[in-house]
C-alpha cells in the first residue's frame, strides 16, 4: 500500500511547480472546480453530473451541514506525523478516501470508468465500480491493477441479471458489494428533464448490462419502449449512430441495442425489493455486503439485526429526494443505531475538511463523487488523479492543524459544542484506535 504524500508534500509540489509557470490542471477549491468542469463539459453532460432533484434543496442541505459543522483545534499536542489509514471489512487502507460509484462516465471522458481506475490505482485509493459504468467491471477491475476495489449494485426486477453481476464482481476480485438502495425510482430531476436527456436511452452507461450474459440471452423477448416512440427528426439519427457504435464495441446489431436500451429502463429499478430479498443476496455471495442509502436509524438497526456488514449514509448526493435530510445531520443517529458495523458517508463531500467532520461524527471512510468527475471532465486520468491528491493533502493538513495524529482518533471533541452535540474529553498525546468492530 502506498504511503500518501503530506499535505506539505503536495504544497510544495504545486509551489516548486509554479515556479515554472505551470499551475495546476485543475481549481484545488471546490466552486472553482466546478465551474472549471462546467466550461469543459457539454450541456447535456453537466446537467447529468451537476444536476439534482427537484429544487435541488437536498442538495444545499448537504453542503450546508458541512459548513455550519465547526471544528475546534489543539495546539502544542506534537502532531508532526500523522497516520491517515483506516481499517474496513477486515482490510487496511491508506487513507478514508474512497472513490463513489458514478455512472455514464463517458459523458466526461472517453475513457470513463478506465481512467478514474487508473488514477485510483496510482494514488492508492479503494474505488466502488459502478453498476450503470461505461466499460465492463472487468476492464475496469483489471485497470485497478491489484488496487482493492468494491462493486455498487442496483438491484432490479430480473434476478437471473443481478445474480450474474454479483457473480461476476466476485471473480473481478472485489471486495465488497454495496446495494444502492435509494434508486428504486428514478428521482424526478428537472435539469435533465428540460433537456430531454436519460443517457440510458442512447446506450449510454449500460456497459455492465451489454456485456453480461444473461442480459444478453434477454434481447430476444422485445420490451415496449417508456413513453412511445420518439419523434424522427435529426436529433434521432444520431442516437441511431450513437446505438451503432455500441453496437460494435459489443458485438450485437442495431436492432438489439434498441432492444437492451428499453429493457434496461424498465427492468434496472425495483420498487418492490424489501429486507427479505437480502437474504438471496447472501446466498449469492460470500462478499461483505453493504447498504447505500440509509437515512433512518430504525433502518440502521433492522440492517444489523439481519447481520449485513456495513452501511452507507447517503442521498445519493441529493438527486432523488428533493428538500430530504443532509448526510451529516444524519450521520450521528445512525452510526449509534448500527452498533458495530461500519458506516461511511457521501453526499456532499468536497474538501478533506469535510473528512474530518465526517470521521468526528462516526463515520469510517466516505466516499467522493462529483469531484473526481469534475476532474476527469477537466484533464482525464490526470485530473483524478489531482482532486484525489488534493482533498487527501487537505485531509492531512487539517488532521495536522486540529492537533490530532491519526484519522482514527478523530472523534467529536474536535467538534465545536451546538447542533453536533457536546465534545468529549481527549488525550492528544497518544494515538486512539477506533473502539468500533471492523
Not at 451541514?65 to 474496513?88: C, Q
Not at 487527501?392 to 478523530?410: H, K, P, Y
Request: aromatic residues 6%.
Amino acid at each position: 500500500m502506498p504511503r500518501p504524500a503530506t499535505g506539505r508534500q503536495r504544497q510544495g509540489e504545486i509551489f516548486v511547480q509554479g515556479l515554472g509557470g505551470r499551475r495546476p490542471l485543475v481549481p484545488t477549491a471546490p466552486a472553482p472546480l466546478e465551474a472549471a468542469a462546467q466550461r469543459h463539459l457539454s450541456e447535456v453532460a453537466f446537467a447529468y453530473v451537476a444536476g439534482s432533484a427537484g429544487a435541488e434543496r437536498t442538495t444545499r442541505a448537504n453542503l450546508a451541514a458541512f459548513e455550519r459543522t465547526k471544528l475546534v483545534p489543539r495546539r502544542l499536542v506534537g502532531s508532526h506525523a500523522r497516520d491517515l489509514s483506516v481499517t474496513l471489512l477486515g482490510h487496511t487502507y491508506r487513507s478514508p478516501l474512497l472513490l463513489a460509484p458514478i455512472g455514464v462516465l463517458e459523458l466526461a471522458h472517453p475513457q470513463a470508468d478506465l481512467a478514474v481506475a487508473r488514477a485510483a490505482h496510482a494514488e492508492g485509493i479503494p474505488y466502488v465500480l459502478s453498476s450503470q459504468a461505461s466499460y465492463p467491471m472487468e476492464q475496469v477491475a483489471a485497470a485497478m491493477n491489484g488496487t482493492p476495489h468494491w462493486f455498487q449494485l442496483y438491484w432490479g426486477t430480473d434476478d437471473g441479471v443481478t445474480r450474474s453481476f454479483v457473480q461476476r464482481a466476485e471473480r473481478t476480485g472485489a471486495q465488497a458489494i454495496v446495494v444502492t438502495l435509494d434508486t428504486t425510482l428514478l428521482g424526478w430531476r428537472p435539469r435533465d428533464l428540460d433537456l430531454g436527456s436519460l443517457p440510458f436511452l442512447r446506450a449510454q452507461g449500460i456497459a455492465q448490462y451489454l456485456s453480461d450474459p444473461v442480459f444478453r440471452s434477454r434481447l430476444n423477448v422485445p420490451v415496449a419502449p417508456a413513453g412511445g416512440s420518439p419523434p424522427r427528426s435529426p436529433a434521432l439519427l444520431r442516437v441511431a449512430l450513437q446505438h451503432l457504435a455500441k453496437a460494435r464495441t459489443f458485438d450485437l446489431s442495431s436492432t438489439q441495442i434498441r432492444e437492451a436500451c428499453a429493457r434496461f429502463v424498465a427492468t434496472y429499478t425495483n420498487p418492490a425489493l424489501g429486507w427479505d430479498d437480502l437474504a438471496r443476496l447472501r446466498e449469492w455471495t460470500r462478499l461483505p455486503i453493504l447498504l447505500k442509502g440509509i437515512m433512518h436509524p430504525e433502518d440502521a438497526r433492522e440492517a444489523a439485526r439481519r447481520g449485513l456488514d456495513g452501511l452507507v449514509v447517503s442521498n445519493h448526493g441529493g438527486r432523488q429526494i428533493d428538500g430530504e435530510q443532509a448526510t451529516l445531520d444524519a450521520l450521528p443517529a445512525v452510526v449509534e443505531a448500527a452498533g458495530d458495523l461500519p458506516v461511511l458517508v457521501d453526499s456532499g463531500i468536497r474538501t478533506g475538511s469535510d473528512i474530518a467532520k465526517a470521521l468526528a461524527l462516526g463515520a469510517r471512510a466516505v466516499l467522493l463523487g462529483r469531484p473526481y468527475m469534475y476532474g476527469l471532465g477537466i484533464a482525464g486520468e490526470a485530473g483524478v488523479r489531482e482532486v484525489i491528491r488534493n482533498v487527501i493533502a487537505e485531509f492531512d493538513l487539517t488532521l495536522g492543524l486540529l492537533g490530532v495524529r491519526s484519522a482514527r482518533a478523530l472523534d467529536a471533541s474536535v467538534l465545536a459544542p451546538g447542533e453536533t452535540g457536546q465534545p468529549k474529553d481527549r488525550d492528544t498525546n497518544t494515538p486512539m484506535e477506533s473502539s468500533r468492530g471492523d
